[in-house]
Each structure stands twice: as C-alpha cells, then as structure tokens.
C-alpha cells in the first residue's frame, strides 16, 4: 500500500521509507528521467498529490502525509528549476474518491476518532474540501 496507520512516534524506519518511496521517490525518480525529454520537447509534467493528505494532515497517517507534502515541494521546486527551459509543471489536489482503499481509511479513521459511521468520517476529512465547481481562492 505504501504506508501505514501510524503517527511519527510509531513509524519505524522501515515504514517511513516504503511510505516515502511510494508517494515521492517515485515521482521524483520518473520526471528526473524524463528531463532531457521534457526540456527539448517543451514537455508538461503532472503531479499527483492529494487535497486531504497533501494540504492538510490526517490522523496517524504521518509518512504518507509527508509524502504528499512533499510533492507539493517537488512541483514547486520542478516549476521554478524548469519552468524557463518550457517544461510546465502542475500538481493535480484531487479531492476524496471513494474506492475499496477510502472506505478503509474511513473505516479506520472512524475508529479512531470515536465517530459513528464511515459516512461521517467522509463528511469529517473533506470538510475542508471546497466543492465541484468551487475554486479555493
């Protein structure tokens, strides 16, 4: 999966890495590659973060947290290296997606969080979430 339920305090060396490698190192890894593409051809690159994990941060879910954190930082640092040679450079938030995966991060948010429903835990963690159509300023 790429990560754990864990907080700082409880994710061993082990996890933080495979949750590192999973969310950053691979991007970081694939456009580096690309690079010389990308420059001759006026290339476009899009990133995928997360608009819950990568602008806000969850309960017990510290290095997967980081890590889309950090592609946020990689956008940015990618944009401002490459953006003069033509390379454009995004980052794509999306919202909650409800998928197998979701429902089992709200299953256990819920849990842990004493709320009653996976339902409610949807509703909790994109709060924070402007809706379709709804451009945060």
């Not at 694939?30 to 006026?42: G, P």
Request: hydrophobic share 40%.
């Amino acid at each position: 999966m790429g990560w754990e339920w864990n907080s700082v305090a409880d994710t061993d060396d082990a996890a933080w890495q495979a949750s590192i490698n999973a969310n950053l190192t691979t991007a970081f890894t694939t456009v580096r590659e690309a690079l010389h593409q990308l420059r001759a051809n006026s290339g476009r690159v899009v990133i995928v973060s997360s608009s819950l994990a990568g602008l806000f941060a969850g309960p017990d879910v510290a290095g997967y947290t980081v890590g889309k954190h950090a592609l946020i930082g990689l956008t940015r640092s990618l944009a401002r290296d490459y953006g003069s040679q033509g390379v454009r450079v995004n980052a794509l938030c999306p919202g909650c997606v409800k998928t197998p995966m979701a429902d089992a991060e709200m299953d256990h948010f819920a849990e842990a969080a004493a709320i009653a429903s996976r339902e409610e835990a949807y509703r909790t963690v994109t709060a924070n979430v402007p809706p379709p159509g709804r451009r945060p300023c």
